[in-house]
T-cell receptor, first 113, second 112 residues
Framework: EAQVTQNPRYLITVTGKKLTVTCSQNMNHEYMSWYRQDPGLGLRQIYY???????DKGDVPEGYKVSRKEKRNFPLILESPSPNQTSLYFC???FGTGLETQYFGPGTRLLVL | GNSVTQMEGPVTLSEEAFLTINCTYT??????LFWYVQYPGEGLQLLLKATKADDKGSNKGFEATYRKETTSFHLEKGSVQVSDSAVYFC???????????FGSGTKLNVKP
């Protein structure tokens, strides 16, 4: 089954404790992206990647890191989480440059205390 | 810069009513435009898209036309169903960069 998976689905952590949210897709997509969803703000793009070893900043990259060492995986790293990073996070992937259908993961709900 | 503005919700309609959700955008160059739908507890799904001016995207009875002169991409459906209840997001993809910009979302409630 074609899908984007994210882990964990729910996470409660404390300020400053490094964490990684994993994202994996099995569709051989070139384009992968991370978004955060906040009430009243919609989705905002954090980082995206056009292919292996090619990543670029979205609209709200501060406080986040990503890597793309393999085509299927695109982890999101919070080196020192802060309460303002409490949010719902979505990973997405698509063929090409993103003009094709983006497939979204189920979301990761993060609470930073 | 690039941005998307959608009408605030929630929008509450009776079944079989006509739906319009307004979306306007600001963009450098000529973006591609999208409507995504999010059902409760799920990720987003692409509903329709248009990649150039005057293109009409359509899917599942929903339509939207890319209007360059009014910088708009309004979503319409002639007769909504209870199963259409969801949050709808308008989005654009910049041609200059491979970035996406989403609106704040409009929640639709359809009552039987």
């Amino acid at each position: 089954e074609a899908q984007v998976t994210q882990n964990p689905r729910y996470l409660i952590t404390v300020t400053g404790k490094k964490l990684t949210v994993t994202c994996s897709q099995n569709m051989n997509h070139e384009y992968m992206s991370w978004y955060r969803q906040d009430p009243g703000l919609g989705l905002r793009q954090i980082y995206y990647s056009m292919n292996v070893e090619v990543t670029d900043k979205g609209d709200v990259p501060e406080g986040y890191k990503v890597s793309r060492k393999e085509k299927r995986n695109f982890p999101l790293i919070l080196e020192s989480p802060s309460p303002n990073q409490t949010s719902l996070y979505f990973c997405a992937s698509s063929f090409g440059t993103g003009l094709e259908t983006q497939y979204f993961g189920p979301g990761t709900r993060l609470l930073v205390l | 810069g690039n941005s998307v503005t959608q009408m605030e919700g929630p929008v509450t309609l009776s079944e079989e009513a006509f739906l319009t959700i307004n979306c306007t955008y600001t963009a450098t160059g000529y973006p591609s435009l999208f409507w995504y739908v999010q059902y409760p507890g799920e990720g987003l799904q692409l509903l329709l898209k248009a990649t150039k001016a005057d293109d009409k995207g359509s899917n599942k009875g929903f339509e939207a036309t890319y209007r360059k002169e009014t910088t708009s991409f309004h979503l319409e459906k002639g007769s909504v169903q209870v199963s259409d209840s969801a949050v709808y997001f308008c989005a654009l993809k910049s041609r200059d960069f491979n970035k996406f910009y989403f609106g704040s979302g409009t929640k639709l409630n359809v009552k039987p």
